[in-house]
């Protein structure tokens, strides 16, 4: 039986893609082995956000080619997009696939192994329209199920190197989305996380359909008994959106929401389609609507240009936002992008005391939102044993509204829902205790 190896670089989304690509090897008759093994075929999805994220990709690279000489290695992902020569010239590589014609893959290897001859298969991801239609029925060692419902985005902030390595905004077709949905409940999963580059830009391209259709058209779907929402523009979010979130039962009370700067003028440097003002008011609506929501958010720390006078007025904003949780990132050049050229760069030092102080700042808030729900009972879905102790007989996994939750009780009951009282409120866990198991234990994936 030939063998495959897979290691992914990045975000959600690359790991949703190889999870895509390894289901076509394994209708192959494929079998997956582990990356530091020697395999028949190597698959590096690589990543290039940051300048970082091209470096280790090139690394894994390297480290395939010394483990088997002799194999196939294919890369793949948003580095393979935007630099498929670079990739090329690394001795050793015998395919690159960007981040489109994944699909094509199989062809690809055996016509490798027919001529010998390194291929690049990648071509203008901006003249790309249509979504890449790849399934993933079933995902390994996971309780909470990833659904792609769209790919690429159109907004072009000056930080950011993903248009030219995504392509523009293309949606996935609503009645693949919810045969996919019902495909992973029939697989055993109670969470969907729908999940994209862009996702809540959802149904922008698509004639009569928007994502506050396909969150109404999910919440019909049988046996299937929580929605999350991967991440949200504050602009995407609408009164129809709203109106869902809070009328249906399994969408969950948590919205990522990226805020990246707390101050007019950075935002407008970023080129992000929002002011603060606009920003507060659909959290206040959010609030209004699901009480007790948990709303988590990217902050960048450093942008070019921010003086101090600018990152305390986005301190003293975020604070008034009062998020459940912050994912705080030093500014990093980024080759190609017009942030990368501005001349007022922030100096390393100043970055990473400014970073210290909001990653303070959101621990605060973590712990003042969990404080919050001490005492009441929430839907837990275990997702592992605990980590800090495995054998400690200790659960771990998230409340509807995000809280992560240590509890006492037995494996069987991963990828379940638990009906679990918070006990201690902590600020990355918070403790608990069982209050009865809502339904029979069914694994996942059985």
Same mark, same amino acid.
């Given at each position: 039986?030939?063998?495959?190896?897979?290691?992914?670089?990045?975000?959600?989304?690359?790991?949703?893609?190889?999870?895509?690509?390894?289901?076509? %090897?394994?209708?192959?008759?494929y079998?997956?082995?582990? %990356?530091?093994?020697?395999?028949?075929?190597?698959?590096?999805?690589?990543?290039?956000? $940051?300048?970082?994220g091209?470096?280790?990709?090139?690394q894994?690279?390297?480290?395939?080619?010394?483990?088997?000489?002799?194999?196939?290695?294919?890369?793949?992902?948003?580095?393979?997009? $935007?630099?498929?020569?670079?990739?090329?010239?690394?001795?050793?590589?015998?395919?690159?696939?960007? &981040? =489109?014609?994944?699909?094509?893959?199989?062809?690809?290897?055996?016509?490798?192994?027919?001529?010998?001859?390194?291929?690049?298969?990648?071509?203008?991801?901006?003249? &790309?329209?249509?979504?890449?239609?790849?399934?993933?029925?079933?995902?390994?060692?996971?309780?909470?199920?990833?659904?792609?419902?769209?790919?690429?985005? !159109?907004?072009?902030?000056? %930080?950011?190197?993903?248009?030219?390595?995504?392509?523009?905004?293309?949606?996935?077709e609503? =009645?693949?989305?919810?045969?996919?949905?019902? =495909?992973?409940?029939?697989?055993?999963?109670?969470?969907?996380?729908?999940?994209?580059?862009?996702?809540?830009?959802?149904?922008?391209?698509?004639?009569?359909?928007?994502?506050?259709?396909?969150?109404?058209?999910?919440?019909?779907?049988?046996?299937?008994?929580?929605?999350?929402?991967?991440?949200?523009?504050?602009?995407q979010?609408?009164?129809?959106?709203?109106?869902?979130?809070?009328?249906?039962?399994?969408?969950?009370?948590?919205?990522?929401?990226?805020?990246?700067?707390?101050?007019?003028?950075?935002?407008?440097?970023?080129?992000r389609?929002? $002011?603060?003002?606009?920003?507060?008011?659909?959290?206040?609506?959010?609030h209004?609507?699901?009480?007790?929501?948990?709303? $988590? &958010? @990217?902050?960048?720390?450093?942008?070019?240009?921010?003086?101090?006078?600018?990152?305390?007025?986005?301190?003293? %904003?975020?604070?008034?936002?009062?998020?459940?949780?912050?994912?705080?990132?030093?500014?990093?050049?980024? &080759?190609?992008?017009?942030?990368?050229?501005?001349?007022?760069?922030?100096?390393?030092?100043?970055?990473?005391?400014?970073?210290?102080?909001?990653?303070?700042?959101?621990?605060?808030?973590q712990?003042?939102?969990?404080?919050?729900?001490?005492?009441?009972?929430?839907?837990?879905?275990?997702?592992?044993?605990?980590?800090?102790?495995?054998?400690?007989g200790?659960?771990?996994?998230?409340?509807d509204?995000?809280?992560?939750?240590?509890?006492?009780?037995?494996?069987?009951?991963?990828? @379940?829902?638990?009906?679990?009282?918070?006990?201690?409120?902590?600020?990355?866990?918070?403790?608990?205790?069982?209050?009865?198991?809502?339904?029979?234990?069914?694994?996942? !994936?059985?």
């Open positions: 039986m030939p063998s495959v190896a897979f290691h992914t670089l990045g975000c959600k989304v690359n790991f949703y893609d190889t999870e895509a690509i390894w289901q076509l %090897f394994k209708n192959e008759g079998e997956q082995v582990d %990356f530091e093994s020697t395999a028949d075929i190597y698959v590096i999805n690589t990543c290039t956000v $940051t300048n970082t091209d470096k280790k990709s090139r894994m690279i390297r480290r395939a080619v010394r483990r088997n000489p002799d194999a196939i290695v294919a890369v793949t992902g948003c580095y393979a997009q $935007t630099s498929p020569a670079e990739i090329m010239a690394i001795p050793g590589v015998d395919l690159v696939i960007g &981040t =489109q014609d994944r699909d094509k893959i199989i062809p690809l290897v055996k016509q490798f192994e027919r001529e010998r001859q390194p291929i690049n298969a990648v071509r203008n991801i901006m003249k &790309t329209r249509t979504f890449e239609e790849l399934d993933v029925p079933d995902f390994a060692d996971r309780t909470r199920a990833f659904l792609k419902i769209q790919e690429g985005c !159109n907004n072009f902030c000056t %930080f950011c190197i993903i248009p030219w390595s995504r392509g523009l905004m293309r949606s996935r609503p =009645q693949s989305v919810l045969k996919q949905a019902r =495909q992973l409940v029939d697989a055993g999963y109670k969470e969907i996380v729908l999940t994209g580059i862009h996702t809540g830009g959802y149904g922008e391209d698509l004639e009569d359909y928007s994502l506050a259709r396909l969150l109404k058209d999910l919440d019909r779907v049988d046996g299937l008994q929580r929605v999350r929402i991967s991440s949200i523009e504050a602009s979010i609408t009164d129809e959106v709203i109106e869902v979130l809070n009328t249906s039962d399994k969408m969950c009370r948590h919205l990522h929401i990226p805020l990246q700067a707390g101050d007019d003028r950075v935002l407008a440097r970023m080129r389609k929002y $002011t603060t003002a606009e920003f507060g008011e659909k959290i206040q609506k959010l209004k609507a699901m009480p007790g929501v948990a709303i $988590t &958010t @990217d902050v960048i720390v450093g942008f070019p240009g921010e003086t101090e006078e600018m990152f305390r007025a986005g301190y003293k %904003f975020m604070e008034q936002m009062q998020f459940s949780e912050m994912h705080v990132f030093p500014y990093s050049k980024r &080759t190609g992008t017009p942030a990368a050229r501005m001349e007022d760069q922030i100096d390393e030092e100043i970055k990473n005391a400014r970073v210290h102080e909001l990653i303070d700042l959101s621990e605060k808030m712990l003042a939102y969990a404080q919050k729900f001490v005492g009441q009972v929430l839907e837990v879905i275990p997702e592992r044993t605990y980590k800090a102790d495995p054998k400690s200790l659960l771990m996994g998230y409340s509204n995000y809280v992560q939750i240590v509890f006492e009780g037995p494996e069987e009951w991963i990828g @379940d829902i638990v009906k679990v009282k918070l006990t201690e409120a902590g600020v990355n866990e918070s403790r608990g205790s069982v209050v009865r198991i809502l339904e029979p234990a069914k694994a996942v !994936n059985a």
